[in-house]
């Protein structure tokens, strides 16, 4: 006798569900099902947290850093017209560009001082980025006009270097002083003559998260330039963004290919690289320390399908009586380790869903303190390759828990002939 596919199915099937001789057959297969389940459903879970987290960090940082950035390979600061504008503009799929220059100065407000970045930027900046956007007090701008006609310089401050300095905002909140070490100058000469100052008033506050906040304080490109004592029109980076559905990697090929090897075109990943590789980092040590929890589950697994092998001697016997092969017999067992994990892998998966998809519209975790952060529950995104992924994994680790108890009953024929 041959057993085709069905048979084999409907026997491993049978086996799952009837009822055993000895009650921790049951209890065992049972524990190996819900381990396998809590681990299928706690790996969806986990991923799809780590990627509302990391979907979360690339719109925070989106809101602040370009998606391109043009810099010198060595070195900080560059002329603008080192640099041929025109055609950086002209390549496809380029739709903002904006000239900026930052250096770390000493910021100080009403006898109060904060070490800060103060970066400088051109008109085109809040189109490159979303800063204007994030302003939470007051406006974005960078010049006003005063009651006597003239312009004066204006700062946009990061709400951290806000709350630092006790900044007020309105027409009688007074002026930052920036302060600038002078370049080319010595330790030895006086404190006073050591710094370059400039003054300049708040006008708005904006909010992105701590690493910003904390740290920015935007201001027009000139004023930047003058309180260096750059007379050349020299800038830091050349700042990039693109239309939507412009292939980044394409026109990054394409700028480098007009700037040359002076400079270097960096993506927005590039220019915080270890923020990103930390987060894949950790989502992947969490992803193989939940493996391996599957793993020790399917341990219970093997113990299952061995001890029902045991039970089922005579079955086997019979069957091998009637005709059936090793392999045949092999594939039952076989076959009723995946049906147990693919079992254990739909509820896990269902149950997964069902929080998933609750969190993402009933919010159901606050993220504590979350009054002061940019979203109020756990973020959570669902991705099918994640649910490929997982299912490759454990359906690997099923099969090769039921290998071997498997292996056991292809070879039971020896067992049987020596009763």
Known sequence: MKLNRSLSWRIAWRYIFSRKSTNAINVIAGV??????????????????????????????????????????EGKHFRADSLDLEALRGVKGIAALSLTLEENAIVVYDEKEHIAVVKGVDDAFADVTAVDDSVIVGKYRLT????????????????????????????????????????????????SRAFRERRIRPTGIFRIQQEFDSRFVIVPLPFMQDLLE???????????????????????????????DRFTV????????????????????????????????????????????????????????????????????LLEGMVQTLISMGIGFAIALVLLVGQIWFEWLKIPGSGTFVVQAYPVQIQPLDFLLVSITILLIGVAAAWFPARQAAATRYMIRSE
């Open 32 to 73: 190996s099902m819900l381990g396998i389940m809590v681990g299928s459903a706690a790996l969806i879970i986990v991923l799809s947290a780590f990627n509302g987290f990391e979907g979360l960090v690339k719109q925070l940082y989106s809101s602040f850093y370009p998606d391109l950035s043009i810099q010198l390979a």
């Open 144 to 191: 006003a006009l005063r009651a006597d006609s003239v312009f004066v310089d204006c700062a946009v401050l990061g709400a951290g270097v806000a709350d630092a300095l006790d900044v007020m905002l309105g027409p009688n909140a007074g002026f930052l002083s920036l302060y600038m070490p002078r370049r080319g100058m010595n330790s030895g000469i006086g404190a």
């Open 230 to 260: 750059y007379r050349d029109n020299n800038i830091g980076a050349v700042e990039i963004k693109l239309e939507d559905g412009a292939s980044s990697d394409r026109v990054q090929r394409e700028l480098q290919s007009i700037v040359g």
């Open 266 to 333: 960096l993506t927005r990943y590039q220019l915080n690289p270890t923020v990103y590789r930390v987060m894949r980092t950790e989502k992947w040590a969490v992803y193989l320390v939940l493996t391996f929890i599957l793993i020790v589950a399917a341990f219970n697994m093997i113990g299952s399908i061995s001890m029902l092998v045991i039970e089922k001697r005579r079955d086997i016997g019979t069957l091998q009586a009637l005709g059936a092969s090793r392999r045949q017999i092999q594939s039952i067992f």
